[in-house]
């Protein structure tokens, strides 16, 4: 990681933050357990950092996509026993299997192949092993289709070779809380659990799902999304903090007048005489190159418009209606903060909070606030 004085941005993030927004979600879910997703680095905030975080805040229920992500956080927790645990959501690939028992991750099975697979090493291991099974809804991505289901339901002698620690489903529209869709899911999912034979635990719920209300919670929630401060429902409100600040370093300022224009592709042409800023953070950094012309960065409360088009490891503000001294070489400018949400920067790009996030990277020097060991 880069130290502060070589680093062009630095990136804070504040788990006592996270540890907030947990709390708000747990309050929300009324006694539910609530877990954590913490997939592609806990979106980009750090896996381990966040993870050892939310155990401290109590929780044991961790979500990733990856394989290596749950070796990962098993060996980020190993001080803190197997109290913790790991499920991960693409399921155990074939020949994983012993591995996963070993590292004791808990696999979400998505298809009817894979709960066979999932019976069989349980039978290899002498006792039925912990998964949670997936049934898609509506969502056409991962999980039990309906074809599979079916058959399924028809046979389920294949579930008494596992030992099932909850049924799920995910939503494909729960950040619309109108939406008639979030209705169908959590129907079809009873109608399944209705008919199975075994009275399973039940999670549904990603953030937006917590939002929906108690009809949503069941069991089991695997918020990510709201822990990392962005907003993933219509009905979430500012009771969901900020966790991130992210600030670039002003490299050099300079005066432009009107026969000048800015940038690749000279895409933005000076109308005034101005002053301009040109700040160490590009789109290698996450600074998305949809920002070009579009995006701000804010020194103190001041906003700075981005200019011309961001390229690699730059940006250039117009920085113009600022104090010469506040601008100086040297000076931090912030691109997400309290008042410039990730949400904020996402509209901008025409993209989702998710993304901006994820985006980051690790050019960054990273400051944590809250960690472990403070
Ligand atoms: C990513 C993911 C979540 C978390 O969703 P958020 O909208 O970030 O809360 C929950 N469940 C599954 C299956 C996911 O893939």
């Not at 399921?91 to 004791?104: I, K, S």
């Not at 989702?352 to 403070?374: C, D, K, M, P």
């Amino acid at each position: 990681m880069p130290r502060p004085h070589h680093a062009g941005g630095i990136l804070t993030v504040d788990l006592n933050k996270i540890a907030e927004n947990y709390g708000r979600l747990k309050s929300l879910l009324n006694g539910v357990t609530c877990g954590a997703v913490v997939k592609a680095d806990a979106y980009g905030l750090g896996l381990s950092e966040v993870s050892q975080r939310l155990f401290r805040e109590g929780c044991r229920d961790f979500f990733v996509a990856l394989t290596d992500e749950g070796l990962s956080l098993r060996q980020d927790l190993r001080e803190n026993g197997s109290s913790a645990r790991i499920y991960v959501l693409n399921g155990v690939e074939r020949g994983a299997e012993d591995l996963f028992v070993e590292r004791d991750l808990i696999p979400v099975l998505n298809q009817l192949d894979e709960i066979k697979r999932w019976g069989v090493a349980g039978d290899r291991h002498s006792k039925p092993l912990p998964a949670i099974v997936n049934f898609d809804t509506g969502m056409a991505r991962l999980g039990l289709d309906t074809l599979e289901t079916d058959k399924l339901l028809a046979d389920q002698s294949h579930l008494s070779a596992i030992d099932v620690r909850y049924i799920m489903s995910h939503l494909a529209c729960s950040d619309e809380s109108d939406n008639e869709l979030n209705n169908q899911q959590n129907n079809k999912l009873k109608d399944i659990s209705d008919k199975l034979d075994k009275d399973y635990s039940v999670s549904l719920s990603n953030s937006g799902g917590v939002f929906l209300g108690p009809e949503y919670h069941y069991q089991l929630a695997r918020p990510g999304a709201a822990l990392y401060g962005i907003k993933s429902s219509d009905l979430q409100t500012n009771q969901i903090a900020q966790v991130v600040r992210l600030q670039g370093k002003i490299l050099q300022t300079r005066f432009v007048d009107t026969n000048m224009t800015v940038g690749y592709g000279a895409t933005h042409s000076v109308i005034r005489n101005s002053r301009l800023a040109t700040v160490a953070l590009g789109y290698g950094d996450g600074l998305f190159r949809a920002l070009s012309n579009r995006g701000s960065g804010y020194i103190g409360e001041h906003r700075a418009p981005i200019v011309g088009r961001v390229s690699m490891d730059l940006v250039t503000l117009d920085v113009t209606d600022i104090p010469e001294q506040e601008t100086a070489p040297g000076v931090m400018v912030d691109f997400l903060t309290q008042h410039h949400t990730v949400d904020d920067l996402a509209r901008d790009a025409g993209t989702i909070g998710y993304e901006v996030l994820t985006a980051l990277g690790n050019r960054y020097h990273r400051r944590y606030i809250g960690g472990i060991s403070a």
